[in-house]
């Protein structure tokens, strides 16, 4: 190797990145407590980034549709578009939010009525149930007159236990409290931040463009290389475009498939005249924002509030109903919708949700599909591009 400046520059670059790695590793501790200290201080900030993505979503729809340009008034109508855009997109998002608890939060509440009307019929048809067990096995009622309960030890444990752990419980109370308030002033802080963010989002891109064309150096191709000379950032700012236009489509696909749930739920509800259909069909609405598996959570949620109001066999055939339209909705509509509106086959969407939720749970199911999209097409054009370098004919990987 020819000592130029060249290679001795890369050299140092790998011997510095050696030395780096094995400090990091000697003090891997010390770096993952220095990480928790960065993400909390940044965890607004990245909050707010994940806010204003999921509401540029609908205020760019109301911002197209409604704030088109013409006549004369197109300046006042480029100052006040973006503003009335956000604000009525909070509106909308607050108004819907609001519309789920208005129809959820009663119901919930006349359930836990009910269960507490009915409380002395359950504990009424429970001891008669332990009567009726004990008549028909006798020993099993011998079995129990023999044990023995050392009722001084019993309460001498349970005394130390509260005595131990009365420290112990205040601090994990005080923790959680002091996490809940985090995590209240971190979301408002986020969504300040969100706001800001949508109202400059253009020149805030420009600004991040400038810095990248003047710090990425541009990447030097040989003459006789069959690849176009384009430099570093355009390609990063290409895979952002497609990134961003994949998550946007799988946003506004998953919102899309939440609806067609929540229909079909209530129309089934409503034929085979359920309780709580209205109810149920908005919370499976809601909880069908966590792909494919969250409708499970509302399941069992209309499953109980089904058990409480009509008893055992009218919350079995709930389940059998539920599952059946859940069913048809996972394998033909989902894989379609959300598949279709991120550029992704049926059959890797489905891949994409089971290895996002074996790895990182609902995080990555919501995550996994789109980013899978993006990695989809990028190896897609690759493939293309090196079938057309090597000429390979068309025919012969049909």
Known sequence: MDLNRRNVKKILFIVACAIVLFLGL????????????????????????????????????I??????????HDRLVRKIKRPLSLVLTIIFVLLLIFFVMFIIIPELGNTFDIIQRNIPVYIGKINSWITQLLVDFPELDNWISTITIDWNKL?????????????????????????VISGVVNFFLGAVFACYVLLQKEKLSRQVKQILY??????????????????????????C????????????????EAVILGVMFFVALSIFQFK?????????????????????????IGAFLILMADGPMQALWFIVLFQ???????????????????????????????LGASTMGVVGMLINIPLFSVIYVLIKEEVGERLREKKVPPDSIQ
Not at 162 to 172: F, P
Not at 222 to 229: A, G, Q, V, Y
Not at 241 to 255: D, H, K, M, P, V
Not at 280 to 300: D, E, K, Q, W
């Open 26 to 61: 000697q003090n891997i501790s010390n770096l993952y407590t220095f990480g928790k200290i960065v993400f909390s201080l940044l965890s607004p900030f990245l909050m707010g980034l994940c806010i204003a993505f999921i509401l540029n979503v609908p205020m760019k729809f």
């Open 63 to 72: 911002e197209e549709k409604l704030f088109r340009l013409g006549g004369k």
């Open 155 to 179: 309460g001498d444990t349970v005394f130390s236990f509260l005595s131990n752990g009365a420290g112990s419980v205040l601090n994990t109370t005080v923790s959680a409290a002091t996490s």
């Open 214 to 239: 003047a710090f990425v150096p541009e990447k030097k191709y040989d003459e006789t290389s069959l690849k176009s000379d384009t430099h570093r950032v355009d390609k990063f700012l290409s895979i």
């Open 241 to 256: 475009r497609l990134a961003n236009r994949t998550f946007s489509n799988f946003i506004a696909g998953q919102c899309t």
């Open 276 to 300: 709580y259909a209205l109810m149920i069909s908005v919370m499976t609405a809601f909880f069908a924002l966590i792909p494919i598996f969250g409708a499970v959570i509302s399941m069992f």
């Open 324 to 354: 059946v339209v859940q069913q048809i909705e996972g394998n033909f509509i989902y894989p379609h919708v959300v598949g279709n509106s991120v550029g992704l086959p049926s059959i890797w969407v489905l891949v994409a949700v089971t």
